[in-house]
């Protein structure tokens, strides 16, 4: 891209809009998967992803993305995920994270067919 | 005189049945995939028929698994539907060898006894009596069993069994009702017409001496059209009970001897197997989330129930272990875990996952043995180091693929449901391992090993490292010495029941100590809790399940639990007051 070669870019505008964001996701989740909320963030889960070491995907992240939820984000990184389960085990805290990134993509998968 | 009015329900009863049940096998039939009805009719139109018959007397009619299970369960199982069995062969035999007609009416060898009441120009007029009384006896005895099974079903090896819907209650009434009603009838035609054997003509002299016979003349017709009505009442309910396994069993056994499998959820199949599903309930005792955790939605027997009369809910379906215990303590052998993965497709079917972050595979390399890990000897990397040591001391020309990339075998995705995900890894997985060109490919995860040796389709041997151990110690490439421990093998699930991996791993174990004795082993060991197809487990549900089997484990008292699955490793280190091994860590320690 043309500004890369100036080495410096112009900062796009960061913030988050909550009153428009949609959280319908994380409250089924937390209906469905209640140990979603114990997550303290830790990424302990991230750091064993076997996904994340080949791309930047981090399951945190996405527990973020979540909780704000950011569908758009969510959907482009929750298709990377290969449900092997190094993160269920690997969490001090004993979320379900399986169980949670299924229900997000059978949910987004169902609103967008 | 071959005709009575009190036939009727019977017959209609009979007829009705037979239309129904017709109809609905044609269209499971119909539904099947093409390849399933080719297989089938491979089969079907060869010599192998007779293994079929053979496997449908076998198990229909004399139910050797249930046998298995409990003696006096089958003796009540099998007294009552064989004995009934062979009372209608019996009735049909006599009815025609005396009538000397190879065709007669329906209802001829049901009320045999009202239609002939002097059967003295008939030679084997007695012997016939005094079988069919015999069978008669045998199935009171077996409706008397299964009097006590209800108040008591301990004594037939069920701890816990099913409640009844109502019109299974009514459908059993008329089960139980149809033997008695038989006997009294008989009897007391015998009474008016002395032509009983052993136990009706004996029952008669009793009546008839007691009795006036203008009485019995009305009681006796009385008694047959209650015979008869009981026997329309259990074919008319039949279709809606849990009996239709009666006929749809011997269907579904004959099916699965010539190999067909569901292949995907409500197929005819998976019809067949959800209505042979007698509801008995003997799965209930093998579930570890119900004995545990008292959870009971997920049981096999109200699971099929979900499949077989509307859509089962998510809990149904994803909170199990998917162990397979269920599977190998069912009596209709149903195949319980492949009906579940099915749903599991069709619930979370859509498959969108995106992995073209995975690095492009352009290496050729050569090696004899590939070795991979898995995702879950990488969180237990003693299991990974020991490995390491045994195939450099026993000189194997290996590779270990995790030294490069390597991603997820693609069954814990298989297991979530998302088959076509699961697709895209082991594709890349092949490419990635058959670049090696390895001869044998070895892996410490059971997981991986029954995904690779069943899923994969690799021109390759694959091999589960406790496999792979049993080889170098036979050939010597390893001299591991006795060092007088004592061990408690536990069986993974994916590598003992589902894989049928029993013994290399025990020989493994052998040439370093022994193993202890315990009751819950082989078929029947327990799962670790942590299976990675259990979508409802909470932490502590995995602390209870690996509790629990811990206690199965250390009842010979042994100085080390021993598994070969890194995953059941991870759920009892946590738990376990005596030390936890990997198979190869204690081959390792064992070295000279």
């Known amino acids: 891209m043309s ?67 950011e569908k758009v984000q969510i959907a ?25 990134i299924l229900i997000t993509r059978d949910f987004l998968q169902k609103r967008t067919p | 005189m071959n005709y009575h009015p009190f036939v009727l329900p019977f017959t209609i009863g009979l007829y009705g049945l037979i239309l129904v049940l017709t109809f609905l096998f044609a269209r499971w039939m119909i539904s099947m995939p093409k390849e399933e009805k080719r297989k089938l009719r491979r089969y079907v139109f060869s010599f192998r028929i007779f293994g079929i018959i053979g496997e449908v007397i076998m198990e229909v009619l004399l139910h050797r698994r249930i046998f298995r299970k409990n003696a006096l369960l089958g003796y009540m199982h099998m007294s009552i539907a064989f004995g009934w069995f062979l009372l209608i062969v019996g009735g049909t035999v006599e009815s025609k060898m005396h009538s000397h007609h190879a065709f007669n009416e329906p209802w001829i060898p049901i009320f045999y006894k009202y239609f002939v009441h002097n059967s003295d120009d008939f030679r084997y007029a007695e012997t016939f009596a005094f079988i069919m009384d015999f069978l008669l006896l045998v199935v009171l005895s077996g409706v008397g069993l299964a009097l006590y099974k209800r108040i008591r079903s301990r004594i037939f090896g069920m701890k816990k069994t099913t409640r009844q819907l109502l019109p299974d209650k009514v459908a059993i009434g008329a089960l139980w009702l149809i033997f008695p009603l038989r006997l009294a009838a008989e009897s007391i035609t015998s009474a008016l017409y002395g032509n009983g054997g052993f136990l009706t003509g004996s029952l008669g002299e009793v009546i008839s001496a007691a009795v006036s016979h203008e009485m019995l003349a009305q009681v006796e017709l009385n ?122 497709s069709l619930m979370s079917g859509v498959n969108g996952g995106e992995y073209s972050y995975l690095p492009a595979i352009n290496k050729e390399k050569q090696t004899q043995v590939l070795y991979f890990a898995g995702c879950m000897t990488h969180l237990n990397p003693a299991i990974k180091k020991s490995m390491e040591n045994l195939l450099n001391a026993a000189g194997v020309n290996w590779f270990f ?92 699930c994916d590598l003992g029941r589902l894989s049928g991996e029993y013994e290399d791993p025990r020989f493994v174990v052998r040439s370093v100590g022994s193993i202890t ?13 942590s299976s990675l197809a259990h979508f409802h487990g909470s932490d502590l549900d995995r602390v209870i399940l690996a509790e629990e089997a811990l206690k199965v ?39 000279e």
């Open chain 1, 3 to 69: 500004h890369e070669k100036f080495g410096f870019s112009a900062v796009k505008p960061r913030f988050i809009e909550y009153d428009k964001n949609d959280r319908t996701l994380f409250y089924l989740l937390r209906r469905r998967e209640p140990s979603i909320s114990i997550c303290f963030s830790c990424g302990s889960c991230s750091a064993t992803c076997p996904a994340n070491a080949q791309t930047p995907f981090s399951f945190s992240r996405i527990m973020l993305y979540i909780r704000r939820g």
């Open chain 1, 76 to 100: 482009r990184e929750i298709n990377k995920c290969m449900m092997c389960g190094k993160c269920r085990l690997a969490c001090p805290k004993g979320v379900n994270t399986r169980n949670i």
């Open chain 2, 223 to 344: 008694l047959w059209w209650a015979y008869s009505i009981a026997l329309f009442t259990f074919f008319a309910l039949l279709p809606f009970t849990r009996y239709m396994h009666i006929p749809t069993e011997a269907f579904h056994i004959a099916l699965r001897k010539a190999g067909l499998k569901p292949q995907k959820s409500g197929d005819g199949m998976t019809r067949f197997q959800t209505h042979s599903c007698s509801r008995c309930g003997v799965c209930i005792d093998s579930c570890q989330l119900n004995a545990h955790l008292k959870r009971s939605q997920m049981l096999p027997v109200s699971y099929f129930f979900g499949e077989r009369t509307h859509q089962p809910d998510n809990k149904q379906v994803y909170d199990c272990l998917m162990c397979g215990k269920c599977t190998v303590a069912c009596p209709v052998g149903l195949d319980i875990n492949t009906v579940r993965q099915n749903r599991r």
């Open chain 2, 401 to 492: 693929l995790d030294k490069e990339e390597t991603i997820c075998c693609g069954r814990p995705m298989k297991l979530s449901g998302k088959t076509g995900d699961a697709e895209k890894l082991m594709k890349w997985n092949r490419e990635k391992i058959m670049s090696y060109h390895p001869e044998i490919l070895v892996t410490s995860c059971p997981i991986c090993y029954k995904t690779f040796a069943e899923d994969y389709n690799l021109p390759i041997k694959v091999m589960h490292h406790s496999q792979y151990l049993r080889i170098l110690i036979e050939t010597g490439k390893l001299k591991p010495r006795k060092t007088g421990q004592t061990f408690s093998y536990h069986d993974p």
């Open chain 2, 517 to 529: 004795l315990i009751k819950e082993t082989r078929e029947k060991a327990l799962c670790c809790g």
């Open chain 2, 553 to 591: 484990l250390c009842q010979g008292n042994p100085d080390k639990l021993v598994t070969a699955c890194p995953l059941c490793l991870k759920a009892f280190n946590g738990v376990s007051e005596i030390p936890v091994a990997d198979i190869a860590t204690v081959v390792e320690e064992a070295l």
